[in-house]
């Protein structure tokens, strides 16, 4: 079984950025650039939603409110997936998951960046941005 292990986040100020990683430890059936991953973010008693996602051909997908200042991107050689954010605003304070769909369901594609495409998570790291 596949292990994803987050790391970073921590607290920041609106305007500023920050970072999470995201690395998969374990046995893979196939290399770490077959799958598709995900970013996703919650807060108490609301929907976890998508941020971004990736394919295996480094296609990415953003929600509306992070695209244009949140990066997600992959280092095949190391299984590990980050999120760079950039100009935080208070709305983005969230517990960040990372996510895989280690099933090839989709062939390495994410049709859709929806939770329920995905079986695979981390245990989470917060993210707070103060104004």
């Known amino acids: 079984q596949v292990q994803l292990v987050e790391s970073g986040g921590g607290s920041g100020q609106a305007g500023g950025s920050l970072s999470v990683s995201c690395a998969a430890f374990?046995?893979?059936?196939?290399?770490?650039?077959?799958?598709?991953m995900a970013w996703f973010r919650q807060n108490p008693g609301k929907e976890r939603e998508g941020v971004a996602s990736?394919?295996?051909?480094?296609?990415?997908v953003y929600a509306d409110s992070v695209k244009g200042r949140f990066t997600i991107s992959r280092d095949n050689a190391k299984n590990t997936l980050y999120l760079q954010m950039n100009k935080l605003n208070p709305e983005d304070t969230a517990m960040y998951y990372c996510?895989?769909?280690?099933?090839?369901?989709?062939?390495?594609?994410?049709?859709?960046?929806?939770?329920?495409?995905?079986?695979?998570w981390g245990q989470g790291t917060q993210v707070t941005v103060s104004s």
């Open positions: 374990g046995y893979l059936e196939y290399t770490y650039s077959s799958y598709c």
């Open positions: 990736i394919d295996a051909d480094g296609s990415t």
């Open positions: 996510a895989a769909d280690f099933s090839l369901r989709y062939g390495g594609y994410c049709p859709l960046l929806r939770k329920a495409l995905f079986g695979s």
